[in-house]
């Protein structure tokens, strides 16, 4: 008499879950990733507002009196507030006689690298 085998063995049965807990696991572990990095890219955004907002309203000053600014805590408006999540910083460094150049960094949280903005300044003759 032949004997047939129909069915699963419980180690096939115990392979299959092992298997589809790891799919789960893989898959889990790429929302949370792709959870962070959206978090991160949204506040990176926010440094990069924060820092155009203020170059621009650095641009505006008259080139001879714009200087280096100290790093200031500020909100994610732009405002200074001592409990603000980021940081903004403004370097200015001559260039030559008639030119500067203009840096604004903002750090945020948890930012590998903070955003950086340059641009140059011509200092008109008085």
């Known amino acids: ?5 129909d069915g699963f063995t419980i180690i096939s049965v115990l392979v299959a879950i092992v298997m589809l807990s790891m799919g789960i696991l893989a898959l889990s572990r790429t929302g949370t990733i792709a959870m962070a990095s959206q978090n991160t890219a949204g506040l990176r955004t926010t ?3 924060i820092a155009r907002a203020h170059m621009e309203e650095v641009r505006s000053r008259p080139a001879a009196d714009v200087v280096s600014e100290p790093k200031v805590a500020v909100d994610e408006t732009g405002n200074v507030i001592s409990t603000g999540a980021f940081t903004r910083q403004v370097e200015v460094t001559s260039v030559r006689h008639n030119l500067k150049q203009i840096k604004v960094w903002v750090t945020f949280p948890g930012g590998p690298a903070p955003v950086e903005l340059l641009t140059l300044a011509y200092v008109g003759a008085l």
């Not at 008499?1 to 085998?5: A, E």
Request: charged share 40%; aromatic share 0%.
């Open 47 to 49: 440094a990069l507002a």
């Open 1 to 5: 008499m032949i004997r047939r085998d």
